[in-house]
Structure formats: structure tokens, C-alpha cells
């Protein structure tokens, strides 16, 4: 059973910045992903990062904005926010993905919650 542990979220103006973090108790060969549900919403996709790092993908909502990375050696993801908007306001999921190129997920985190104010 993997666990996957976020943290870093918080209560941010618009314009600023924040850095999830996500820690998995094992070593994880798949794709990772973030996603986030605002209230009242389904849950969305965010962003996606190869196994190797290699590759990464994003919602168009966040395209130029956000930015995954990975380390393999911590076991570590991250999702770096800038010009944060508060239409990102919501509680931020990290996964272990089933593929790379679709939206499955195998686990899921509890989630953290980030509050951008206006």
C-alpha cells in the first residue's frame, strides 16, 4: 500500500506563490499527478510528470503557471504555483497515475488546502 502525504498548502494573495509537496512511504516507478476539487466541483486535473521526469503535462488553466517536478532519490513530488489566481483556490491532490497519458489514478493523498484571496 503506498501513502502518499501532501503538505505546503496555505492562504496565499493573488499573484503570490506556493510549493506542494507531496511524500511517498515507497519508492514509485509510474507517472504522478496533481489534481485539485474547489468546492462544489468535480475534481480536476492539474498536472502530470513521467516516471523518469522526463515529461510533464498541464491543464490549460494552469499552463504557464505551474510547474511539477520530481525527485526520485526523496521519493518526492512538487508543484510549484505562481501568479495564483484565486479561481485555484481548492483542496490539492497528489496521485501515483496509472499511465502517464491518461487521467487514472492508483492512490490518491489526503489533499491540502489552498486559499488564494483576492
Known amino acids: 500500500q503506498v501513502q502518499l502525504v501532501e503538505s505546503g498548502g496555505g492562504l496565499v494573495q493573488a499573484g503570490g506563490s506556493l510549493r506542494l509537496s507531496c511524500a511517498a512511504s515507497i519508492r514509485i516507478i509510474s507517472a504522478m499527478g496533481w489534481f485539485r476539487q474547489a468546492p462544489g466541483k468535480e475534481r480536476e486535473f492539474v498536472a502530470a510528470i513521467s516516471w523518469d521526469g522526463s515529461r510533464t503535462r498541464y491543464a490549460d488553466s494552469v499552463k504557464g503557471r505551474f510547474t511539477i517536478s520530481r525527485d526520485n532519490t526523496k521519493n518526492m513530488v512538487y508543484l510549484q504555483m505562481n501568479s495564483l489566481k484565486p479561481e485555484d483556490t481548492a483542496v490539492y491532490y497528489c496521485?501515483?497515475?496509472?499511465?502517464?497519458?491518461?487521467?487514472?489514478?492508483?492512490?490518491w493523498g489526503q489533499g491540502t488546502q489552498v486559499t488564494v484571496s483576492s
Open positions: 496521485a501515483a497515475m496509472q499511465d502517464y497519458s491518461a487521467y487514472g489514478v492508483n492512490y
